[in-house]
């Protein structure tokens, strides 16, 4: 029963199918789900700091639930390269790039997320064709290597800054997340004494993967489904990006010495315990356990005390983050008592 409650992240397929049968606001009804139900479920039903049990590490059902995420997400995808092309008003297509990049940002990137701190070749593999559905692969690399080390510092571009818009923070995020992980990826090459311009440095297998994928969909289904499959895919970028912009937002860890900053503790992650937005997003929202132990399977995390708290969701904090006056008057307070 435990693990049952995973089975309600499928409405969110669900939704994408019925937008993609749909015409005019019924192609919005992926939108809805995750920022209007889900939300306004969170605020009806509250949090829950309940912790899971040990025993959940070991249950194969949570696995098995998570896996089956990966042939949801390359069915919805191919589904939808398929009616690209049909005739709709610009709306209509709006509505179902929307629904698509909905299902990229949180199968495609945020299961992507979990599977790329599993240890096993075959779950780090999905890991990377999970991310490659929304054009953002390098995220394996930047994220594991760069950002679990570098969090709440300056020298982490997917944590925001205190003042900073979630507008800047994208545009930094998403060209500071690329050179992390091409800057890490090169070190790595060059201590082990190999070429960095090579097919085995995989960053340069991610940059000709973003340059072929939409090449190779203009050409199989036309540059209007090519325009469609890419904007999806920005969207699940920046779908994650704001999720990254409110995980740490204004949060540092101070320097110890020039050399080190003190170790990450749980006031350095913001966490939301209210139920359907842990349920949707696989848990990520008790993100400051994920930082203590990143590789701990979603179904294990608990509610730290000392985290930082937010006072909704993570779906409803991306809405308020949207409009960056009322996100400073409810989050500087925080911070500051913090």
Request: charged fraction near 15%; hydrophobic fraction near 45%; include cysteine.
């Amino acid at each position: 029963m435990q693990a049952a409650k995973y089975l309600f992240v499928w409405l969110l397929p669900l939704s994408v199918a019925f937008s993609f049968h749909s015409e005019g606001i019924g192609t919005y009804a992926a939108l809805i789900f995750a920022f209007v139900i889900v939300p306004l479920g969170d605020f009806f039903l509250g949090e829950d700091r309940s912790a899971p049990d040990e025993s959940f590490r070991h249950k194969r059902v949570f696995d098995v639930i998570l896996w089956l995420t990966v042939p949801t997400q390359l069915g919805i995808l191919i589904w939808f390269l398929t009616i690209a092309s049909h005739e709709r008003t610009f709306s209509e297509a709006m509505g179902i790039i929307t629904s698509m990049g909905l299902m990229c940002g949180v199968f495609g990137i945020n299961v992507a997320h979990e599977l790329g701190h599993r240890t096993s070749r075959a779950e780090q593999f999905l890991a990377q064709l999970m991310l490659t559905t929304s054009l953002y692969p390098h995220f394996f690399i930047e994220h594991n290597k760069g950002h679990h080390k570098n969090v709440a510092t300056m020298e982490d571009p997917a944590s925001a800054r205190m003042g900073e818009s979630v507008y800047a923070f994208w545009l930094r995020s998403i060209m500071g997340s690329w050179l992390s992980a091409w800057n890490i990826s090169a070190k790595e090459r060059v201590r082990k004494g190999l070429r960095i311009w090579s097919w085995k440095n995989q960053m340069v297998v991610y940059a000709l993967l973003i340059i072929g994928i939409p090449v190779t969909i203009s050409i199989l289904f036309g540059m209007q489904t090519c325009i469609y499959f890419v904007g999806a895919a920005l969207i699940g970028i920046l779908l994650l990006e704001t999720v990254n912009y409110i995980e740490h937002y204004g949060l540092s860890r101070k320097k110890v010495n020039e050399f080190r900053y003190q170790d990450v503790e749980p006031i350095h992650s913001w966490n939301a315990d209210f139920r359907l937005g842990r349920i949707v997003l696989f848990d990520l929202t008790r993100h400051s356990d994920h930082h203590y132990e990143p590789s701990k399977p979603y179904q294990v995390l608990t509610s730290m005390n000392s985290s930082s708290q937010l006072p909704a969701g993570y779906p409803a904090m991306m809405l308020l983050s949207l409009i960056p006056p009322l996100w400073y008057r409810v989050m500087h307070p925080l911070i500051q008592r913090n």
